[in-house]
């Protein structure tokens, strides 16, 4: 692929990465202060506001930058299962996502429940330390790939052992 695809490919993947990193750390923080906060107002704000940045900033990130990334290994000489680094990050970025789509429901209860100003506020703080520990577990995976994308860790998978053994001399 032509040069300039493949940048625009790989600009698409580090942006909707980027702001999926940012969507996390700004979701984690939220949860921390619906968890610590003594002021139910805050608290009930807080977790609405969860479900908010949940479904509008950190799922769409998160599967975009799933689906950048798969074009972007596919478009660039890395490839998607040649490199180990690769196939890491590939691994972790679905299993993030993957956990990511399973909260969605938990989240959006929390929220339900938050609005709901009879539902007693020590109840939904209870279900944000969950929420708090997933986002700082997703924010280590992501922290996690970043540095396998920036460090390139050397090591070929038997797929790029083969595929470098069909490759032509004059490459």
Known sequence: MRSGARKAALTVHVTT???WLGAVVGFL?????A??????????????????????AVVPFAVASVLSGVVSSWVSPWGPLRHWWVLVKLVLTLAATGVLLL???PIS?????????????????AGGVALVVHAAGGLLVLLAVTVLAVYKPRGITRYGVRQRGAVPASR
């Open 17 to 19: 990465s980027v702001g």
């Open 103 to 105: 909260q969605v429901a």
């Open 35 to 56: 968890v610590r906060s003594r002021d139910a107002v805050l608290v009930r704000a807080c977790y609405l506001t969860l479900d908010l940045v949940a479904r509008f």
């Open 109 to 125: 209860a929390l929220a339900a429940a938050a609005g709901n100003s009879s539902f007693p506020v020590g109840s939904l703080q």
């Open 29 to 33: 923080v939220v949860a921390a202060v």
